[in-house]
């Protein structure tokens, strides 16, 4: 008999599968955050233990030096094609945006541009419809046209486990393995596989990171959670959003919408 | 929390800790817009305990920015330009716990624009609320939505009578709103679980009982959830694996996929696609190691002995229950473009990994959204229900699609990549030879043995014309004089074809040409036993006119039925050429359909100015003339 996190595995699995049958080629994004490793976790089982797309990191600079030593240390151990795409300063960005949605937006700047220099046809990332609002109206195959934008308003259907394959020049399709799973799911799962991640997620002084950005835009939420089962027992208990701690989620009441069109993950 | 709350009712003790390793059961909520469906989201999140924490507060906000009171619908439209317009523009999905059981609710947007967006959300869900304005009662979307549900194959609809407290709770007005809906089900052959009277904005009959309904016996909505059945597992069913992608990793071909039906264990035989190879399942491979054996639902990696040729699309199955094949498949389709579908149109059949070429040979009927019933349509409107025949230059394996099962669940892709469609596959289509061989054996009695003993030749007699110009009328008048002067004759006319042999067929140009190739082929059968045959059909393109000619080959012979059309629809027999320009038929010959007059008639009557008894003569002296034997006249059928 499966269980739900059976059943997501699995899901995620012909996801994954769908995406490097259908799109190539095919890159990963790492976050070094929980969802990625996860996402990393589940290619390596789709794949038989290989991962046989190229990882990256957009890389803003301002990570914490926790997480580029994870990355590093991954990144070898797992054997990854890792690329890293770097970020354009804050003053080339869209002056209109709220200071902290401004700052996140490098990354999307970033993105693109690794898009366009590998002429990626499908980019896949680890977000999830319950992290936020707007990515709760995602597809699992998300396609974008030579802008990046997200056309939230025309979005393809996708049902039956078909997904759009839009073929016009300079489109990619952005692939979300993960949206179906929940943040209690994530944990859950990476308690019963054994997956590494960055230890800013345990509490440390009566404060963890529950969400993992740039260092200046991602605040540490009280806990006490200092092993995953704490941290699995925290969640079961609280109904506060996992990403209460991320500025450019909550300046203003549309700033993270505007951030997803413009291609935000 | 502001005043506006006052209308809260106690909230009943609910777990909300989902009992983990429980898969989620998916409802999604449907309706027509503004019939209540984020509200009623909105409200039992809240009722129930499920709002994440600020949620609501979020949305008093939201409420207060725009001037209105609560909002219950900015729980759910998390857009800017949804809560700036009212509407909901895309489904979201929202975890949910009964009682420790975990819920995703799904929110299918009512605009009929959105139509893609509700098949996204619903497929796959285990069971509809259908949201109903009991004043208003079905709408439009109501009935699209409905439609929708059946064709996917949602099975356990709730009926929410939403917003009764506008009617005091009536108790016959929402009994006649219940007979309305539930009558609107049964003609689609679903049925309701229940159906509650409810108001989702005071949460009456949502998650508590209402003291306003004393009369109602029924459940009420969280009571109804509660007793969803769970999808069904198909680990018991026939094997299905369609094969995903075939890796070579060290030297070994590692066929991958997901179990779609059934169980597959090392050792098993297999049979393979489309050739039909067979091979065991040597191995089961996993990065951490794998067992011997996997079901339904799981994504796997399998080796096979021997190391057959294997790709992506092929399907996977066991010997004793192999699905079915065809070329010709009849297809329920819901039609998501935005342009009209017309026959001759060529996709992508998806289904499952698989992809085939086809092209939409007929449209046999379009389901009207005035009252549901199938009509002929030489189209498929934008984001129509119709049944379609699919042709494909291969055979397909498929099972038909049924509520539970994942077969033929076929989708339709565009040459750009678009999903434009979705085609449960019902069976094979009506004109299927399955690719089974036939073998015509020729007569042994000749054509002149038959005109000899019948003393006349037979011949096929192809009566052209428009709508109302008389090809009926003169045909049978005819048959009488030529019956009376001893020939064996018989009338094959439009609208007999098309109440029998042909009654599958609709107008399209496709099946008009399809229905002038069967009643040729039929002319030529009764033709060959000896008979004259009088076809009386419009057959307004000289291209299908030429094509019966062809099928008939010896002895056919054109008659060209004039009137002019001013003449025809002063006639309108049958009301046709008013119902046409009422806009009620289209692609209507002598209307908006062309009518092309042959170029080289081998006979013209002229049916505007003379009598019937008169054009009946001439057609008659004619037809004797053309089957006369030498030396022989026909026996008089009354000697």
């Known amino acids: 008999m499966m269980t739900d996190l059976d059943q997501l595995e699995a899901q995620s699995i012909f996801v994954l599968r769908e995406a490097y049958h259908r799109l190539r080629p095919l890159g990963l994004l790492w976050s070094l955050g929980k969802d990625s490793n996860v996402l990393l976790w589940l290619a390596r089982k789709a794949f038989l233990g290989r991962v046989p797309l190229a990882v990256?990191?957009?890389?803003?600079?301002?990570?914490?030096?926790?997480?580029?030593?994870?990355?590093?240390?991954?990144?070898?151990?797992?054997?990854?094609?890792?690329?890293?795409?770097?970020?354009?300063?804050?003053?080339?960005?869209?002056?209109?945006?709220?200071?902290?949605?401004?700052?996140?937006?490098?990354?999307?700047?970033?993105?693109?541009?690794?898009?366009?220099?590998?002429?990626?046809?499908?980019?896949v990332a680890g977000i999830r419809r319950d992290e936020q609002a707007t990515r709760a109206k995602e597809r699992v195959f998300s396609p974008r046209g030579a802008s990046h934008r997200w056309d939230v308003r025309n979005q393809p259907p996708e049902f039956w486990d078909q997904f759009a394959t839009p073929v016009e020049a300079g489109a990619h399709v952005r692939v979300h393995p993960l949206l179906a799973w929940r943040e209690l799911d994530v944990w859950r799962y990476i308690e019963r596989e054994g997956i590494p991640v960055v230890d800013l997620y345990f509490a440390r002084d009566g404060r963890r990171y529950r969400s993992l950005g740039d260092q200046d835009i991602t605040a540490p939420v009280p806990s006490g959670a200092r092993t995953i089962p704490e941290i699995l027992a925290e969640l079961r208990g609280t109904r506060e959003a996992e990403r209460a701690g991320r500025a450019m989620d909550n300046e203003t009441e549309d700033a993270f919408e505007r951030l997803r069109v413009a291609g935000y993950l | 929390m502001s005043a506006t709350l006052r209308v809260v009712p106690a909230q009943p003790a609910n777990d909300t800790v989902a009992t983990e390793n429980e898969l989620a059961t998916r409802i999604v909520i449907v309706g027509h817009v503004d019939h209540g469906k984020s509200t009623l989201i909105g409200r039992l999140l809240h009722d129930t305990g499920n709002l994440p924490e600020g949620r609501m507060d979020a949305a008093l906000a939201s409420s207060e920015r725009r001037g209105l009171k609560v909002e219950w619908s900015f729980l759910l439209d998390s857009l800017q330009a949804e809560r700036d317009?009212?509407?909901?523009?895309?489904?979201?999905?929202?975890?949910?716990?009964?009682?420790?059981?975990?819920?995703?609710?799904?929110?299918?947007?009512?605009?009929?624009?959105?139509?893609?967006?509700?098949?996204?959300?619903?497929?796959?869900?285990?069971a509809a609320v259908l949201v109903v304005d009991v004043a208003e009662g079905a709408q439009e979307q109501t009935r699209r939505h409905a439609v929708l549900l059946r064709l996917i194959g949602v099975r356990h609809v709730v009926v929410l009578l939403n917003k009764a407290d506008l009617l005091d709770f009536d108790a016959d007005r929402v009994a006649s709103a219940t007979r309305a809906i539930t009558a609107l089900l049964e003609q689609l052959e679903l049925s309701s679980a229940a159906v509650i009277p409810a108001s989702a904005r005071h949460g009456d009959n949502v998650a508590a009982r209402s003291a306003r309904t004393g009369w109602y016996r029924g459940p009420?909505?969280?009571?109804?959830?509660?007793?969803?059945?769970?999808?069904?597992?198909?680990?018991?069913?026939?094997?299905?694996?369609?094969?995903?992608?075939?890796?070579?990793?060290?030297?070994?071909?590692?066929?991958?996929?997901?179990?779609?039906s059934g169980r597959v264990a090392v050792g098993d035989t297999l049979v393979i696609g489309r050739e039909g190879a067979v091979a065991k399942v040597a191995t089961l491979e996993g990065w951490l190691g794998s067992g011997t054996e996997a079901e339904a639902g799981q994504s796997v990696a399998l080796t096979l002995a021997p190391d057959v040729v294997v790709e992506r699309g092929d399907l996977l199955h066991g010997s004793a229950y192999p699905p079915s094949r065809t070329a010709r498949l009849r297809a329920r389709l819901f039609w998501l473009r935005q342009e009209p579908l017309r026959p001759g149109e060529s996709f992508r059949l998806r289904l499952s990994t698989a992809e085939y070429a086809v092209t939409v040979a007929a449209i046999t009927s379009v389901v009207s959204m005035d009252d549901l019933t199938d009509q002929p349509a030489d189209h498929v409107p934008?984001?129509?229900?119709?049944?379609?025949?699919?042709?494909?230059?291969?055979?397909?394996?498929?099972?038909?699609?049924?509520?539970?099962?994942?077969?033929?669940?076929?989708?339709?892709?565009?040459?750009h990549g678009r999903i434009v469609g979705g085609a449960p596959l019902i069976g094979p289509a009506p004109l299927a030879t399955g690719g089974r061989s036939v073998f015509p054996v020729d007569s042994a009695v000749s054509a002149w043995e038959r005109a000899q003993a019948k003393r006349h030749r037979s011949g096929v007699f192809w009566m052209t014309g428009l709508?109302?110009?008389?090809?009926?009328?003169?045909?049978?008048?005819a048959e009488t004089l030529l019956f009376?002067?001893?020939?064996?004759?018989?009338?094959?006319?439009?609208?007999?074809?098309?109440?029998?042999?042909?009654?599958?067929?609709?107008?399209?140009?496709?099946?008009r040409r399809e229905n002038i190739r069967r009643a040729a082929v039929v002319a030529r059968l009764l033709a060959d036993s000896g008979q004259v045959v009088l076809v009386a059909l419009i057959s307004p393109r000289a291209e299908d006119r030429a094509m019966a000619r062809q099928a008939v080959a010896e002895g056919f012979r054109e008659v060209y039925v004039d009137a002019d059309r001013a003449v025809c629809k002063a006639r309108d027999p049958k009301g046709l050429y008013a119902a046409a320009r009422a806009g009620r038929l289209s692609g209507f010959t002598g209307v908006d359909g062309p009518y092309e007059p042959p170029q080289a008639p081998d006979l013209v009557i002229s049916t505007a100015t003379a009598t019937v008894g008169n054009s009946a003569e001439r057609l008659a002296a004619f037809v004797t003339e053309a089957v006369a034997l030498p030396g022989l006249s026909p026996r008089v059928g009354a000697d």
């Open chain 1, 56 to 123: 990256y990191h957009v890389d803003t600079g301002k990570k914490f030096p926790e997480m580029y030593a994870f990355r590093d240390r991954y990144a070898a151990e797992w054997g990854l094609d890792l690329r890293i795409g770097a970020c354009p300063p804050v003053e080339d960005i869209d002056p209109t945006l709220p200071p902290a949605a401004r700052s996140a937006a490098r990354k999307t700047a970033g993105l693109a541009s690794v898009i366009e220099r590998d002429r990626l046809a499908g980019v």
């Open chain 2, 382 to 415: 934008p984001e129509g229900f119709a049944d379609v025949v699919l042709a494909a230059s291969e055979s397909i394996p498929f099972d038909p699609f049924e509520p539970g099962s994942l077969g033929g669940r076929g989708v339709l892709v565009d040459g």
């Open chain 2, 467 to 477: 709508p109302g110009s008389g090809k009926s009328t003169l045909a049978r008048a």
């Open chain 2, 220 to 260: 009420t909505l969280t009571e109804a959830l509660s007793v969803v059945p769970p999808l069904a597992s198909r680990a018991e069913r026939p094997l299905r694996l369609p094969v995903q992608d075939v890796y070579r990793f060290d030297s070994k071909r590692i066929v991958v996929g997901r179990i779609e």
């Open chain 2, 85 to 126: 317009q009212g509407v909901t523009i895309d489904s979201t999905r929202l975890p949910f716990v009964l009682d420790g059981r975990p819920f995703v609710i799904v929110d299918a947007p009512g605009h009929r624009q959105f139509l893609r967006n509700m098949v996204t959300g619903a497929a796959g869900a285990a």
């Open chain 2, 484 to 511: 009376r002067r001893g020939i064996d004759v018989s009338v094959l006319d439009g609208d007999t074809l098309r109440a029998r042999l042909s009654s599958d067929l609709g107008f399209s140009p496709e099946d």
